[in-house]
Structure formats: structure tokens, C-alpha cells
């Protein structure tokens, strides 16, 4: 099975700034969450074979606490998507380019300077294919965009429908590996 959360609130989040690629840690929060969730998955016996992140430290470190003692793989593909100038923006008053961009991610291409989703689909998606063949349980760790690019790279009927979903902190989606390839990914009720 291939499981992907997204990490844990870092003070960013909180200020609801575009965080990107900056290279925050989690809060005091963030590091309740992923607690939150490690202890979940424990709980229903679910242990990784293999564990991956992006390089960022609130990834890096929300992989540390879901899967202690574990080793973590640093993968690139597994960053957030680059916001270029829009980097910090303030997401309660964003640019008028963002608000066009964030109103239909399937139809306006991202702003000047930012990267496009479609790149971010190509590098999660060679990704998820790469780690496909691997036996036993894979935990990514990674970022709300690059989340939904393997989403929606590996439900191409979903038409862009994840760009627009709400992924919170600590999010867990999980996909079901067939014949070398992942089934379609569900989120997991981290409630019950």
C-alpha cells in the first residue's frame, strides 16, 4: 500500500502564507498532528517497509514522528510546488492573479514565475510509478500541491478535480498497489 500524508502545520500555515519552499518546521501543532497520526496508523497496525519525503524539514520531520527509527529517502520529486514570486504571499489577501489561478486550477494556468501543475503531476507521477514495484508499505511524506499531483496522477478520471480539494495537516491517503501499478486513492478517516 502507498500512503501519503501531508505534514504536520508549520507557523506559516498559520498565518495563511503561501508557504512553497520555504523551509519552515512544524509547530507545536504540526507536531501534535503527526503524533496524531503516527499513533492512528500504529493503531491499525500498519508499519512502513520503505519511507520518503520531500526535502523540506516540516516533510522530513513529520515522516520522523509517523515512522520512528525508520529510514527516511530524500526525493526532490516530492517538493512542494515552486510559487517564485508569490512565495509568502498572504493568503487572506492574495493578488489578483492568485485569486484568478486558485478559482479554477484546471483552466488559468498558474501566475508568471510559478510552476504549472502539469510539472508537478510529471515529477510526483514518475515518483509514484518508480516506487510501484517496491514489496510492503511506502509512506511519502510531502506538501498539500504536490499531494494532489499524485492524486491526480493516479486517478487521471479525476480531470483536476483534487486541485480545488482541501487537504489539512496530516492528511492520509492511501492507494492500494495492482500489478505494478497503484489503485485509485482514498482518503483514510483518521476519526475513527
Not at 510501484?132 to 499524485?150: C, E, P, Q, R, W
Not at 486541485?163 to 486513492?185: F, I, Q, R, T
Request: charged share 20%; aromatic share 8%; net charge negative.
Amino acid at each position: 500500500m502507498l500512503y501519503v500524508i501531508r505534514h504536520g502545520q508549520t507557523q506559516q500555515n498559520r498565518a495563511h502564507a503561501l508557504q512553497g519552499r520555504s523551509d519552515q518546521p512544524l509547530n507545536e501543532a504540526g507536531v501534535a498532528q503527526a503524533r496524531a497520526a503516527g499513533e492512528w496508523l500504529d493503531q491499525h497496525g500498519i508499519r512502513f517497509s520503505h519511507v520518503f519525503s520531500s526535502p523540506l524539514q516540516r516533510a522530513v520531520q513529520t515522516a520522523q514522528i509517523v515512522a520512528p527509527g525508520a529510514r527516511i529517502v530524500i526525493d526532490e520529486r516530492l517538493i512542494e510546488m515552486d510559487y517564485g514570486p508569490y512565495e509568502g504571499a498572504d493568503l487572506r489577501n492574495p493578488a489578483p492573479e492568485i485569486i484568478e489561478f486558485f478559482s479554477d486550477f484546471v483552466h488559468n494556468p498558474a501566475p508568471e514565475g510559478m510552476e504549472q501543475l502539469d510539472s508537478v503531476v510529471r515529477r510526483t507521477g514518475a515518483f509514484a510509478q518508480e516506487v510501484a514495484s517496491l514489496d510492503g508499505n511506502i509512506l511519502v511524506s510531502t506538501h498539500a500541491i504536490a499531494m494532489k499531483g499524485i492524486l491526480e496522477y493516479l486517478t487521471p478520471a479525476s480531470q483536476g478535480s483534487y486541485w480545488s480539494k482541501y487537504v489539512g495537516n496530516c492528511a492520509v491517503y492511501a492507494a492500494e498497489a495492482c500489478d505494478g501499478s497503484w489503485g485509485v486513492p482514498a482518503e483514510l478517516d483518521m476519526r475513527a
